[in-house]
């Protein structure tokens, strides 16, 4: 085996700058802040924390204001003298007034101010004082336009209530007229039915009578029976009994009669059936008629 050569340990060649610090080092070093962009940084912490602080404040005041969580009973009297809860108090006490007390409020401060620049010989008073003159006579011209349309509005309520009474007056009236026809109706109607059952009674008797004559007529002879009917003057009972009859046997008796009364019968038939008047008047209703009746009036009523 060949024999190895030895190689002589050579030192490595340090390069140019050595000495000098890591790129690293040297941009932590550029990094650091000077002392004024952290004096600003520290003024803008301390700005935003005071805005945050004041906002804090302001929205706690305005939920007292809306009631939506009073706090302004709990803050101590001795602070209530003081900036800036002096200030709140008034402004809280003077938008819970009335709106007619409030504008005498405003209109009272406006005038002590007026007062303070008389006595302090402000420069603007004449037109300070005619702008306070214009406001108080454009809030008289309000007040009256304000009350003038709510007269108005009274009136046209007023003038429709009338007319809805009128109404309901006419209505009432028209209703009792109403009430009183629908009863004549009733009774009309309970009268017809007291006339046409009255018939019906009258017609079922007679025609009941009329079948023991109808029988012994349909025992005799035509000629006979002619001979009867020519000297009975009604004729509209000849022609009941004959219609009882067979035909045949009353087709007969009409040829042996005189021509001129078995013409007449003959004519009856060609006549509407009536029934016949109504007997004497009854004090009664039949019960299904009154209930209907009742029934009726009780729904008008």
């Given at each position: 085996?060949p024999e190895?050569?030895?190689v002589?340990?050579v030192e490595?060649?340090?390069a140019?700058g050595a000495n000098k610090?890591a790129p690293?080092?040297?941009?932590q070093?550029?990094?650091?802040p000077?002392r004024?962009?952290?004096?600003?940084?520290r003024?803008?912490?301390?700005?935003?924390?005071?805005?945050?602080g004041?906002?804090?404040?302001l929205s706690i005041?305005?939920?007292?204001?809306?009631?939506?969580?009073?706090?302004r009973h709990?803050?101590p009297?001795?602070?209530r003298?003081t900036?800036?809860?002096?200030?709140y108090f008034?402004?809280?006490?003077?938008?819970?007034?009335?709106?007619?007390e409030r504008y005498?409020?405003l209109?009272?401060?406006?005038?002590?101010?007026?007062?303070?620049?008389?006595?302090?010989?402000?420069?603007?008073l004449?037109t300070?004082?005619?702008?306070?003159?214009d406001?108080?006579?454009?809030l008289i011209?309000?007040?009256k336009?304000q009350?003038?349309?709510?007269m108005e509005?009274?009136?046209?309520?007023?003038?429709?209530?009338?007319?809805?009474?009128k109404?309901l007056?006419?209505?009432?009236?028209d209703l009792?007229k109403r009430?009183v026809?629908?009863?004549?109706?009733s009774n009309r109607?309970?009268?017809e039915?007291l006339n046409?059952?009255?018939?019906?009674?009258r017609?079922?008797?007679?025609d009941?009578r009329?079948?023991?004559?109808?029988?012994?007529?349909?025992?005799m002879?035509p000629?006979?029976l002619?001979t009867?009917?020519d000297e009975?003057?009604?004729?509209?009972?000849?022609?009941?009994?004959l219609s009882?009859l067979h035909?045949q046997?009353s087709?007969k008796v009409?040829?042996l009669?005189?021509?001129?009364?078995?013409?007449k019968?003959?004519?009856i038939?060609?006549?509407?059936?009536?029934?016949?008047?109504?007997g004497?008047?009854r004090?009664?209703?039949?019960p299904?008629?009154?209930?209907?009746i009742?029934?009726?009036q009780a729904n008008l009523?």
């Open positions: 085996m190895k050569k030895e002589p340990a490595p060649v340090l140019q610090p690293e080092e040297q941009e070093e550029e990094s650091q000077s004024i962009y952290l004096a600003l940084s003024l803008m912490f301390l700005f935003l924390l005071g805005s945050l004041v906002a804090i404040f005041l305005t939920v007292d204001f809306l009631n939506l969580y009073s706090i709990r803050i009297e001795n602070w003298k900036w800036p809860f002096e200030q008034d402004f809280v006490q003077l938008h819970q007034l009335p709106e007619e005498q409020q209109m009272l401060q406006e005038q002590e101010r007026f007062n303070r620049l008389i006595t302090e010989g402000s420069r603007d004449e300070r004082a005619k702008s306070l003159e406001s108080y006579r454009g011209r309000t007040q336009e009350y003038g349309r709510e509005e009274l009136r046209k309520q007023k003038e429709a209530l009338l007319l809805e009474q109404k007056t006419e209505d009432r009236a009792e009430k026809s629908v009863d004549d109706l109607l309970a009268s039915t046409l059952e009255s018939s019906l009674i017609f079922m008797e007679q009941n009329l079948d023991q004559v109808r029988g012994i007529a349909a025992q002879e000629k006979a002619s009867i009917f009975v003057p009604d004729d509209k009972l000849i022609y009941d009994i009882g035909p046997h087709g009409l040829g009669m005189d021509p001129e009364k078995a013409g019968i003959m004519k038939g060609n006549q509407p059936l009536l029934l016949p008047e109504p004497p008047s004090t009664y209703v039949p299904s008629l009154q209930n209907l009742d029934e009726t009523r």
